[in-house]
């Protein structure tokens, strides 16, 4: 079996005449906390929406788990899969995105137990029980029969943390979790992260908490104009960063 | 200008039999035929919405030809068109000791037909005003599409398209009266009928007016109800505005 449970390689994408990714190396080991930053446009959301198959891919291939995503090798030759297929093994990538999506027409418990009594077959009783020690887990035990649009954005955030977590994913990716935010909330959903980075959740983050990547960041990654620039230890992309855009970069987030 | 006021005013606090089984299958008609569109609708709307280039031609194409062509016509096509092709012929059923008529079935399918392609077009702005937000979250929790249409996003569109149903069944009251024209004795046939008896135009025309406006009055009284105790008391983001400016 693989080190990776991710393992992109030589990704190619295009929005129709534009190449948005381009020739795109991307592993994630088990455990591994990998924070992806970039200018705006670079790539960033497409790489993640690739990684559980949001987006169709053009060139190269997706794998999670040892498992092609979004499609099946046949006769050396690269087929799109089944929507079945594709929806069985988005189960183990949770996804949390800027703007929380949340579903609206049903309250904070459902919203965290919805997917694991449908998908997985537990329980109603014992899908409650789950959620509300992962609300516990999120810091917001009383929230339980709240409707998302009763809730401040960290609020929704943490309890969009949950509901991925939920369906006991192998790895989540954050899409600029804390970027509609306002200022006061980021960093209760920043703790949470934090907290569940320590727990030994594999997470692949894009952010512009350098404070964050600083932190928790096994590994750095840079993106510019579709290509990964550079990729090291926090320390090292910080403190001596190789690429002239990350310099750029750093220096137009830091100051 | 003469006005029979006593004819009137019985006609109108006591309708004979004959016109209160007339209100009765008006709706009958009525309320099947939308139950009927609904379902059809639905069916339609996916179709529509489908990655499947078949599905979606057949349902585009069958919303085109409906909604391109009169009620009436489609009504006596369906009833009278199709027996004298030899293609369909609509006989009497007889059910638990209630007959049903031939040209009811007929009328209550075509206002279904009928209904089932405005329903589609009310459905799909419905699905297309939920956020994709909506959408992509189901997806990348591992929902199938139809899970994430019956969990997330159909119980969202429905409350964005409470109102523009209710305006179609207030449609679909009135649109009973087109099924006089295939013998069904739904209101307005009975009070012709009457009428070819007394020639009492403007009062019995002024009655049957006034009961019609009488039931839509019951439904928009109803639906005001459905939206202060369904539609608002629960917060959502969904905003009804967006269907009604998809609405035609
Ligand atoms: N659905 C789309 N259709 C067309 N172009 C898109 C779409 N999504 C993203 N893009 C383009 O792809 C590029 C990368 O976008 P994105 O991955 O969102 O960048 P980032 O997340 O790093 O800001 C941008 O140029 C953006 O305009
Ligand atoms: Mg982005």
Same mark, same amino acid.
């Given at each position: #079996?693989?080190?990776?449970?991710?393992?992109?390689?030589?990704?190619?994408?295009?929005?129709?005449?534009?190449?948005?990714?381009?020739?795109?190396?991307?592993?994630?080991? !088990?455990?591994?906390?990998?924070?992806? $930053?970039?200018?705006?446009?670079?790539?960033?959301? =497409?790489?993640?929406?690739?990684?559980?198959?949001?987006?169709?891919?053009?060139?190269?291939?997706?794998?999670?788990?040892?498992?092609?995503?979004?499609?099946?090798? !046949?006769?050396?030759?690269?087929?799109? /899969?089944?929507? !079945?297929?594709?929806?069985?093994?988005?189960?183990?990538?949770?996804?949390?995105?800027?703007?929380?999506? %949340?579903?609206?027409?049903?309250?904070?418990?459902?919203?965290?137990?919805?997917?694991?009594?449908?998908?997985?077959?537990?329980?109603?009783?014992?899908?409650?029980?789950?959620?509300?020690?992962?609300?516990?887990?999120?810091?917001?035990?009383?929230?339980?029969?709240?409707?998302?649009?009763? %809730?401040?954005?960290?609020?929704?955030?943490?309890?969009?943390?949950?509901?991925?977590?939920?369906?006991?994913?192998?790895?989540?990716?954050?899409?600029?979790?804390?970027?509609?935010?306002?200022?006061?909330?980021?960093?209760?959903?920043?703790?949470?992260?934090?907290?569940?980075? !320590?727990?030994?959740?594999? #997470?692949? *983050?894009?952010?512009?908490?350098?404070?964050?990547?600083?932190?928790?960041?096994?590994? *750095?990654?840079?993106?510019?104009?579709?290509? +990964? $620039?550079?990729?090291?230890?926090?320390?090292?992309?910080?403190?001596?960063?190789?690429?002239?855009?990350?310099?750029?970069?750093?220096?137009?987030?830091?100051? | 200008?003469?006005?029979?006021?006593?004819?009137?005013?019985?006609? @109108?606090?006591?309708?004979?039999?004959?016109?209160?089984?007339?209100?009765?299958?008006?709706?009958?008609?009525?309320?099947?035929?939308? @139950?009927?569109?609904?379902?059809?609708?639905?069916?339609?709307?996916?179709?529509? %919405?489908?990655?499947?280039?078949?599905?979606?031609?057949?349902?585009?194409?069958?919303?085109?030809?409906?909604?391109? =062509?009169?009620?009436?016509?489609? $009504?006596?096509? $369906?009833?009278?068109?199709?027996?004298?092709?030899?293609?369909? /012929?609509?006989?009497?059923?007889?059910?638990?000791?209630? =007959?049903?008529?031939?040209?009811?079935?007929?009328?209550?399918?075509?206002?279904?037909?009928?209904?089932?392609?405005?329903?589609?077009?009310?459905?799909?702005?419905? +699905?297309?005003?939920?956020?994709?937000?909506?959408?992509?979250?189901?997806?990348?929790?591992?929902?199938?599409?139809? #899970?994430?249409?019956?969990?997330?996003?159909?119980?969202?569109?429905?409350?964005?398209?409470? @109102?523009?149903?209710?305006?179609?069944?207030? +449609?679909?009251?009135?649109?009973?009266?087109?099924?006089?024209?295939?013998?069904?004795?739904? #209101?307005?046939?009975?009070?012709?009928?009457?009428?070819?008896?007394?020639?009492?135009?403007?009062?019995?025309?002024?009655?049957?007016?006034?009961?019609? %406006?009488?039931?839509?009055?019951?439904?928009?009284?109803?639906?005001?109800?459905?939206?202060?105790?369904?539609? @608002?008391?629960?917060?959502?983001?969904? =905003?009804?505005?967006?269907?009604?400016?998809?609405?035609?």
């Amino acid at each position: #079996m693989s080190e990776f449970l991710v393992e992109a390689t030589e990704v190619e994408k295009w929005f129709g005449p534009i190449k948005v990714l381009d020739r795109v190396d991307f592993n994630v080991r !088990r455990g591994e906390v990998v924070v992806l $930053i970039g200018p705006s446009g670079s790539g960033k959301t =497409t790489l993640l929406r690739c990684i559980n198959h949001l987006e169709h891919i053009q060139r190269g291939r997706i794998a999670v788990n040892g498992v092609l995503i979004g499609y099946r090798e !046949r006769q050396g030759r690269l087929v799109p /899969d089944a929507e !079945r297929n594709i929806a069985r093994q988005r189960r183990d990538v949770g996804m949390v995105f800027q703007r929380f999506n %949340l579903f609206n027409n049903m309250n904070v418990l459902s919203n965290i137990s919805l997917a694991p009594r449908l998908l997985r077959g537990t329980r109603p009783a014992e899908a409650e029980a789950e959620a509300r020690a992962l609300l516990d887990r999120v810091g917001l035990p009383d929230k339980a029969e709240a409707y998302p649009a009763e %809730l401040s954005g960290g609020q929704q955030q943490r309890i969009a943390i949950a509901r991925a977590l939920a369906m006991q994913p192998a790895v989540l990716l954050f899409d600029e979790p804390t970027s509609a935010l306002d200022p006061e909330m980021v960093g209760e959903v920043l703790g949470v992260m934090r907290d569940l980075a !320590r727990s030994g959740m594999t #997470m692949v *983050v894009v952010t512009h908490e350098m404070g964050f990547a600083r932190q928790v960041a096994d590994r *750095v990654v840079v993106m510019a104009e579709g290509r +990964i $620039i550079e990729t090291g230890v926090p320390e090292a992309v910080f403190s001596a960063p190789e690429h002239p855009k990350t310099r750029a970069l750093l220096s137009a987030v830091l100051h | 200008m003469h006005f029979d006021w006593p004819y009137f005013w019985a006609q @109108l606090l006591t309708p004979s039999l004959a016109f209160l089984n007339g209100l009765g299958l008006t709706v009958v008609m009525a309320v099947s035929a939308q @139950l009927l569109g609904f379902v059809f609708g639905l069916i339609l709307a996916l179709g529509r %919405l489908s990655t499947n280039r078949v599905a979606r031609g057949a349902a585009g194409a069958y919303i085109w030809v409906v909604r391109g =062509t009169p009620l009436l016509v489609q $009504i006596v096509f $369906i009833y009278n068109g199709l027996a004298a092709a030899g293609i369909l /012929d609509f006989h009497d059923l007889h059910v638990l000791g209630v =007959t049903f008529a031939g040209n009811l079935q007929a009328g209550i399918l075509a206002l279904a037909i009928n209904e089932a392609a405005y329903m589609a077009e009310i459905y799909r702005a419905g +699905i297309s005003a939920v956020d994709r937000g909506q959408f992509e979250a189901a997806k990348a929790l591992g929902m199938p599409p139809s #899970m994430m249409m019956r969990h997330v996003v159909l119980p969202q569109a429905f409350r964005i398209i409470l @109102l523009p149903i209710g305006n179609q069944f207030n +449609i679909m009251l009135k649109n009973t009266t087109l099924v006089s024209v295939i013998g069904v004795s739904e #209101m307005l046939l009975v009070t012709e009928t009457i009428n070819s008896a007394t020639f009492r135009t403007f009062e019995l025309y002024s009655v049957v007016a006034i009961y019609f %406006l009488l039931l839509t009055s019951l439904w928009n009284l109803f639906m005001a109800w459905v939206e202060r105790h369904f539609a @608002l008391s629960r917060p959502n983001s969904a =905003t009804p505005q967006a269907a009604l400016v998809l609405q035609e």
